[in-house]
């Protein structure tokens, strides 16, 4: 599979073959700099960190999509209100599988019973808990 | 943590019948009410972790029942799908019977168009018929039986209703009818999405659900356990229940009616009179007035008594005449006299020990954690810890494991298998080993507490607290790895039935019983060689600078030590000996420290097996490799904090 990289410089997105600088580098494979083929910059491919450093102190981003209008994560929603699910979210297929043999898949009307500590729907005759963070990634309309 | 399959059950070819469905329905209780064996039932998903097998005779036909893992769906993914998928390739000639919540018929019958893609004789089953009922919801059950082609029996397990239809429609079994998917999907997730809306097609033509009026207790109560307030004030009331009936109740009056009343009194100095009549040498046993006060804890200083009696015994401590040299044979003689009803005598100290002090203590929480399981207030939990259990790198499922581990730190790591990763798992496993006492150990120590300021007791249990979760949080931070996603169903609360409650705390009694009663004996016949054989004494003093400079302890502590290798509430009870008395040897402050250091020693000798068989040999080592010296450490570093605070 290919891997796709991005030019933090000016955000060009290209396929990883295309980042050989160029041919007969002395550095050859112990280079660890790849170059954008849009703008030429230069840049480390990986954040070279010592590894268990990083997971001691290292912080995942957290990201925030723009939604269409009525449409809000399964997170926003309040104790009590129905809502349809329109996608759930992530590429994670383990987990959308999860929560479809529970019977949480687009198209299905859940009610919501509570939002902390965990989140708990209803999907039909189901209670299912999910994390919070499973919960920001699942997309619903409210319903009337 | 059920009993392990027997070899012998497979062994015979003949008619298979394969239990299938969702975790949570009822297969276990259904398969004793077909065979009448026995396995673990509760109310949380993922308890039957073992395939369990049984011969049952359905009209004088011999059949083989095989009890399976709930599974939500046939994916390769889950270790439960895969095992049930490969047992279900193994007997091709096998019928399914698939167990269904008849509550949740969706889910059951995205299982059902899932098992018909096998081609197998299927008979639907669905279970819980009653609580359909109670919620005003009503299946046809004809129609669904024409619609997939199998027939569909209505029970209620518990109460043994519809066993008897389930045997007479198995003869009937036949393969569900048609196929249900046009084309074979691109992946699991399409394919089931493609199942749901099929399901809904079906259960608009075969069920009804009249609208719920107000909820009932029950239902409100369930709301109560994981709102994020009031499920607090639940989870408080429900671990001080835990706390009054097992540390108080159990570790203190039934401990004391049985090993002081029973053991002490009654059982020690007759086997040391039948032990002296065989076994003769000249001697003489000291007698000591034991007292027994047996009373009904109201709180932990106040009691209600009911029971005071003295009586004048002869104990294991005995005196030879100085002037007498002692012939082979009477040697031999107390060389068993000691082996057995000396001071690490098997009779005096392993069985007395195992059966009055560990016995009670165990069968009470076995008790309570069977109430609570059943009653489905431990996924209400999880949902209550999973934002704190985050900081482990865990999420909220591990609390079963971890309140089991309460109980008994062996069993509960042995049910870490119900955890997703590996990483889960192995910190689980860690925390267990580490920080959490089980049951024979908290008697003991909630004993040593006593003799401590209520300030002690609670820094102890803070401390506890704060190694737990520091070493979670390190654990989870440096073991590569995923933590699973926190996905859970959570199941109606239920009335625990007395008869279920009962025989799953005897199953689990049993299975104690029977792996640590051999250890306890091992462990003391171990003891008293090395206390023979003078190696006891070479031990203490190569341990001694490190219990005496670092620790501040007297050296006779370092037998407690030495015996906390073998088992960490062994060590305890030395402490306890030394604390507690006309003259203690120990100071309140020692005495924490050596609680600290002895309730971070690995548990047990058979908890070192577990892991090993667990997570193999070499992480067990490494846990052992960081779990004594980091008992030292903290121990240490508490005497060092508490000398430095009083001067």
Redesign the interface.
Known sequence: MAEYLNCPLCGFEFEKLDTLCAHGCPLGGSCNFVRCPSCQYEFLEHQRKV??LH??FGREEAQKPRLPEGIVPLRDLKRGEQARVICLGGD????????????L??E?EITL??Q???C?VQV???????????AREILVERLA | MNRAQRADDTANPGKVTVLVGNPNVGKSVLFKNLTDRYVTVSNFPGTTVEIVEARASFDGHEVAVIDTPGINDLSQRSDDARVTRELLAKHDDATIIQVADARNLRRALLLTLQLADLKRPTVLVLNMADELEERGGQIDCARLSEILGVPVVMTVAPRNQGTRQLIEALPRAQPPSGSWLAAEPVNEYVGNRARLGQVNDILAETYSMSQPESPSLKVRLGFWAMHPVKGVGFLAVALLAVFWIVGLFGAGTLVDLLETGVFRQQVAPIAIQAVDAVLPFPHTHETESIPLGVSVPLSPVHELGIVTAQREVIVPAYQEPADISLSLRQQVWRFLHDLLVGEFGTITMALSYALAIVLPIVTTFFLVFSILEDSGYFSRMAIMVNRVFRIMGLNGKAVLPMILGLGCDTMATMTTRILETRKERIITTMLLALAIPCSAQLGVLLALMAALSPAGAIFWIGLLVAVIFAVGWLTSRLFPGQTSEFILEVPPMRRPHVKNVVAKTYARLNWYLKEVIPIFVIGTAILFLLERLGFLTVIARVGEPLVTGWLGLPAEITNAFLVGFMRRDFGAVYILDAAIGADPVLSPHQILVAMVTITLFMPCFANFLMIAKEQGVRVAWRMAGFIFPFAFLVGGAVNHLGEWLNT
């Not at chain 1, 209670?127 to 499973?134: F, G, R």
């Open positions: 590894s268990w997971r001691l994670n297929g383990s987990r959308h599988n999860t929560l479809a043999v529970f019977g898949v687009p299905a019973v509570q902390l500590p965990a708990v039909g005759e189901t209670e299912l808990a999910v994390d919070p963070a499973i």
